[in-house]
């Protein structure tokens, strides 16, 4: 066999999807196993001038990855004969202020960053530093940016509502930090409710302790429905649906036979039981674009436009067309 089929087996990227070539391949790491070979990474970067490698950078104060934010970055790299890195730049109260070894040596081909809080003026000069390219991971500039449409994710529930006959649709979000996309969301209820004609009413509140059941966020959610007297609710968060749902039960109303729950969250969401009807933020397509932008921007060297990557819907037990109700809550001005 020739010298470039060893290689692509030795390296990962042989297609083995033949019989006959997955043996050919299996003899050939088991020989190179025997023999104590293994590909020399040091050997590729003087020929390649490249690591091979991402850099996924957080703060520490908050480290928002989902697993398939995660499984997204890792997934596209390993496409792209890459592996991801991780590094953690110090908090601003930490007493050790050293910048983490991947950034203060050129150990690596670029750097994604998780933008979910703001970055100091030091921060943002350790990453300028790097003089490497950078993709901002949740963070919604203009160039260089992956992120969720939350701002899509919102328009999209709302008329999702409407079709089903729904017209009084209250917005909640029980918030942690300043980050953008609690503004984006609620600016995309907000778009959505003007562009049908629709009143609208958003509740936002600061989330004080480490439960969502807390007293003050069940008596907001309590007197927004008893004043608005919604028949669906758009909810940021399985958290957020969860004291929605406990606030609609102490009025004697039902999910979904007298107030309709769709829960924007990064994977499917629960809420009282059931299974919600969800939209989802794909941070798995967010790691792929993520890499896909840094592949271009080592290839290429200039800014490249931002990439706001859609929602999945996922239907569940949480909506149903309004009228279903047979309780207190078909009552009224409902």
Not at 197 to 225: C, M, N, Q, T, Y
Not at 295 to 324: D, F, I, N, Y
Request: overall charge positive; glycine content about 8%; proline content about 5%.
């Amino acid at each position: 066999m020739s010298i470039g089929t060893v290689s692509n087996v030795l390296n990962g990227r042989s297609k083995e999807n033949y019989p006959k070539v997955a043996k050919r391949a299996k003899r050939i790491r088991a020989l190179a196993e025997k023999m104590g070979y293994r590909p020399n990474s040091a050997a590729k970067v003087m020929r390649s001038g490249r690591f091979g490698n991402a850099a996924y950078v957080w703060q520490g104060d908050w480290l928002y990855a989902p697993k398939t934010l995660l499984r997204g970055l890792s997934r596209r790299l390993a496409d792209l004969d890459m592996h991801l890195s991780m590094a953690e730049l110090p908090r601003p109260t930490d007493e050790d202020q050293r910048v983490p070894k991947l950034m203060r040596e050129l150990a690596t081909d670029g750097l994604l960053v998780d933008r979910t809080i703001t970055f100091t003026d030091e921060q943002m000069a350790m990453i300028e530093r790097c003089r490497v390219p950078v993709v901002w991971l949740n963070a919604d500039a203009e160039m260089d940016c992956s992120y969720p449409d939350d701002h899509g994710a919102a328009v999209a529930a709302v008329e999702l509502l409407r079709g089903l006959g729904h017209r009084r649709i209250a917005y909640f979000q029980m918030m942690r930090g300043r980050h953008y996309s609690y503004r984006v969301r609620e600016r995309g209820y907000l778009d959505a409710m003007a562009a049908s004609g629709f009143a609208p009413r958003s509740l936002a509140v600061r989330k004080r302790g480490a439960r969502w059941d807390d007293e003050h966020i069940i008596d907001d959610l309590h007197a927004l429905i008893r004043e608005f007297k919604p028949t669906a609710m758009l909810c940021f968060g399985e958290l957020g649906a969860n004291a929605a749902m406990v606030a609609a039960a102490r009025q004697g109303l039902r999910v979904p036979e007298d107030l309709s729950i769709v829960v924007h969250h990064p994977g499917p969401a629960r809420a009282g039981g059931l299974a919600a009807t969800t939209m989802i933020s794909d941070f798995m397509e967010v790691g792929v674009q993520a890499v896909n932008m840094l592949q271009a921007k080592l290839e290429h060297g200039q800014p490249m436009p931002s990439c706001a990557v859609p929602h999945r819907v996922v239907e569940g037990q949480t909506v149903a067309p309004r009228g279903r109700s047979r309780g207190p809550a078909s009552e009224g001005t409902r």
